[in-house]
């Protein structure tokens, strides 16, 4: 069982769509990490949020952590096929410097 | 900045064979390396912390005598595969951490090493 649960596992859309990425836990973490990562690649860092009720923002990517520090999503408005990847969210526990993984979500933009 | 390198890209190695890949920090120091496995459509699997200057710390299942790893340097991790099988083949990703004092911490990736062993 992972610690954290990434939901859905797999997304297709249509360029222009919006899409919403969970990632949910029993937890609560110290802080969670969202990376993106391309076939043959390492992951990217996107974001890092610490504080519960965080909200972040990169371009066409808000980023939320939730209130109690268990959960966060990754929203996307108008994807683009350049956002198709496999997107990872990662949390440390408090006194813990291992990062928990989620299981990942393909995003599939198609043109 | 936090760039973190891995060298090599690829390597093909006959079976029985060791193979070391290298894991750098080139912008920053860390005290904190860690090591990944990773398969075809599927998440990270850590397989072992790397501490500078003692012995790492692996995860329960992973083989230390077969995965050996030294932490030499701030900068340099290196993770040897002894006796490579063809079921060692794999995406072998390093990262580096950046730790908060709460305990959190942000890791950066390397490129990952794809091993393929024949």
């Known amino acids: 069982t992972q610690l954290l649960e990434q939901s859905p596992q797999f997304l297709s859309i249509q360029e222009g769509e919006n899409l919403t990425v969970y990632c949910n836990s029993s937890s609560v973490f110290s802080s969670l990490q969202w990376y993106r990562q391309e076939p043959g690649e390492g992951p990217v860092l996107l974001v890092t949020v610490v504080t519960g009720g965080e909200v972040k923002k990169l371009k066409r990517l808000t980023f939320q952590f939730g209130d109690a520090r268990k959960d966060s999503s990754l929203h996307i408005t108008a994807a683009q096929p350049g956002d198709t990847g496999l997107y990872l969210c990662?949390?440390?526990?408090?006194?813990?410097?291992?990062?928990?993984f989620g299981a990942g979500t393909t995003v599939t933009v198609r043109a | 900045g936090a760039v973190v390198s891995q060298h090599p890209s690829w390597v093909i190695c006959k079976s029985g064979t060791s193979v070391k890949i290298e894991c750098r920090s080139l912008?920053?120091?860390?005290?904190?390396m860690f090591w990944y496995r990773q398969f075809p459509k599927q998440s990270l699997m850590l397989m072992a912390t790397s501490n500078e200057g003692s012995k790492a710390t692996y995860e329960q299942g992973v083989e230390k005598d077969k995965f050996l790893i030294n932490h030499a340097s701030l900068t340099l991790s290196t993770l040897t595969v002894t006796s490579a099988h063809p079921e060692d083949s794999s995406f072998y990703i390093c990262?580096?951490?950046?730790?908060?004092?709460?305990?959190?911490?942000?890791?950066?990736f390397g490129p990952g090493t794809r091993l393929t062993v024949t």
């Open positions: 990662a949390g440390a526990r408090r006194g813990d410097y291992k990062l928990s």
């Open positions: 912008d920053f120091q860390a005290t904190t």
């Open positions: 990262s580096a951490g950046i730790l908060y004092g709460t305990g959190g911490n942000e890791q950066y």
